[in-house]
Each structure stands twice: as structure tokens, then as C-alpha cells.
């Protein structure tokens, strides 16, 4: 399984940005996908994750409110539209899947995650 990362940039405080990460292979619809930013001088940390079917997802409590993923089966894709920026929110967004469905209870952990994107920076100025 391969992940691609796009859709960072340089955004204002208060802004908006939308990831998208691209999936290859025909069982996307089978993985549980995950959104993680690690800042410099930081651990990765997960920020929002949607199950399979799409019918869950979580987000972190930094986020809440202001982020919102979804995906679409059907171009093997996964989005995380964000908006309200802030400063803090600055750091590079890894798109990552879970290997089997089962694993959603651990979601929010890095290590419970298979696949890795390469990750796209995100740069908030305030």
C-alpha cells in the first residue's frame, strides 16, 4: 500500500487548507486511515481518523470543531478539510492506515498504524 500526501502549503492564521491523501492498491476500502502532524522538535501526534466505511471518526481535542475528515471510496482517497487555522496547527501532516478494521480501538496511536504517507507541511504565520 502506498500513501501520497498533498495539499500543504502557507496559510494565515484563520485560514483554511485541504489535505488529500491518495491511496494505491483495491482494499482501501477495507483500512482505517488516520491523520498525524509531528512539529519540529516534536512526537507525532494524531490529529483526526475515519473508519472504513466512513460511518466513525475522531478527532483530536486541539482540533475539534475546526478540522473534519471524510473519504471517498470510490478515488481511493482521504481528506482532512481545515479550517480556522492557527499557528499552532503548524507542523508536517502524515496520512497513515490501519492494516485490519479491528484496530480502530487503538486509532489514536502511531504505532497501530501500517502505512505511512511522506507527509506534507503545513505552515500557519500568525
Known amino acids: 500500500v502506498q500513501l501520497q500526501a498533498s495539499g500543504g502549503g502557507l496559510v494565515q492564521a484563520g485560514g483554511s487548507l485541504r489535505l488529500s491523501c491518495a491511496t494505491s492498491?483495491?482494499?482501501?476500502?477495507?483500512?482505517?486511515m488516520g491523520w498525524f502532524r509531528q512539529a519540529p522538535g516534536k512526537e507525532r501526534d494524531f490529529v483526526s481518523a475515519?473508519?472504513?466505511?466512513?460511518?466513525?471518526?475522531d478527532y483530536a481535542d486541539s482540533v475539534k470543531g475546526r478540522f473534519t475528515i471524510s473519504r471517498d471510496n470510490a478515488k481511493n482517497t482521504v481528506y482532512l478539510q481545515m479550517n480556522s487555522l492557527k499557528a499552532e496547527d503548524t507542523a508536517v501532516y502524515y496520512c497513515?492506515?490501519?492494516?485490519?478494521?479491528?484496530?480502530?480501538?487503538?486509532?489514536?496511536?502511531?504505532?497501530?498504524?501500517?502505512?505511512w504517507g511522506q507527509g506534507t507541511l503545513v505552515t500557519v504565520s500568525s
Open positions: 497513515a492506515a490501519q492494516a485490519r478494521p479491528g484496530l480502530w480501538l487503538y486509532r489514536d496511536s502511531v504505532s497501530n498504524y501500517a502505512y
Open positions: 475515519i473508519s472504513w466505511s466512513g460511518d466513525s471518526t
Open positions: 492498491g483495491r482494499t482501501f476500502s477495507s483500512y482505517n
